[in-house]
C-alpha cells in the first residue's frame, strides 16, 4: 500500500523504516526531505571515492559505505522507533564498530563526503552541515566535481566546526581524521 509522506507533518525512524523502497527519503528534527535521482557524475564520483577509500581501510578497525544507507543521529538515549533524524550520505567512515548493526549506523560517523546535485546543494551547505556538527561528524567534506572544489570542515576541541577550508582537485587531499586515507582526484580529468 502506497504511503503519503507529507513534508510538513513530523515523523520517526519507526514512520520512516516502513516507506517504500524504491523511493528516498532522509529525516531532519522529523521533516522528511525527499532525495533526488544523482546524476551519472555524481554516481561516477561516489563510485571512484568509494574504490579509494575501501582500499585504504584495508586492514583497519573502520568501515566505509555508500548511500543509501541510513545514519541514525538520535538526539539522546531514545529508542531507534523514536529517533527523528536519520540521513543517507553519499560516503562515509565509521571505526566505532559499536555503532554499526543491521540497519546501518547509530550515532555520528567519522567522516563523511556529500557530493553536491544543485537539487541538494543547501541542504548540504547549511542544513546537514549543522546536523554533522551538532552530531559530533568530525570530517565532512562537501564535493563539488563539476566546479573542481572540495570544503572541509574539521570538528575543533569546541565542538564546532568553524570556517572551512577549500581546496582544488589538482592533487590528493589527506583525510585529516584518519591515518592513512587520501583522495587522488585524478579520475575527474580522465
Not at 119 to 137: E, I, M, W
Not at 138 to 159: A, C, F, K, N
Request: charged share 25%.
Amino acid at each position: 500500500m502506497p504511503v503519503a509522506i507529507q513534508e510538513n507533518e513530523k515523523y520517526t525512524y519507526k514512520e520512516y523504516s516502513q516507506w517504500p523502497d524504491d523511493e528516498r527519503w532522509e529525516l531532519v528534527d522529523g521533516v522528511p526531505y525527499a532525495m533526488a535521482a544523482p546524476s551519472r557524475l555524481h554516481q561516477d564520483v561516489v563510485f571512484e571515492l568509494a574504490g579509494q577509500v575501501r582500499n585504504s581501510l584495508l586492514g583497519s578497525d573502520c568501515k566505509g559505505y555508500v548511500s543509501p544507507f541510513d545514519v541514525r543521529l538520535a538526539n539522546g538515549d531514545e529508542a531507534d522507533d523514536q529517533v527523528d533524524t536519520v540521513v543517507q550520505p553519499d560516503l562515509l567512515v565509521v571505526c566505532d564498530q559499536s555503532k554499526l548493526d543491521d540497519k546501518g549506523c547509530r550515532g555520528a560517523p567519522d567522516w563523511v563526503v556529500e557530493v553536491i546535485s544543485p537539487s541538494t546543494a543547501l541542504v548540504d551547505l547549511n542544513l546537514k552541515r549543522d546536523l554533522y556538527q551538532k552530531h559530533g561528524v568530525q570530517e565532512y567534506w562537501i564535493v563539488h566535481p563539476s566546479d573542481r572544489w572540495v570544503m572541509v570542515y574539521l570538528l575543533g576541541e569546541t565542538g564546532s566546526y568553524g570556517i572551512p577550508e577549500t581546496f582544488g582537485m589538482d592533487e590528493p587531499m589527506v583525510v585529516q581524521h584518519m591515518s592513512g586515507v587520501s583522495i587522488d582526484w585524478a579520475f575527474l580529468a580522465e
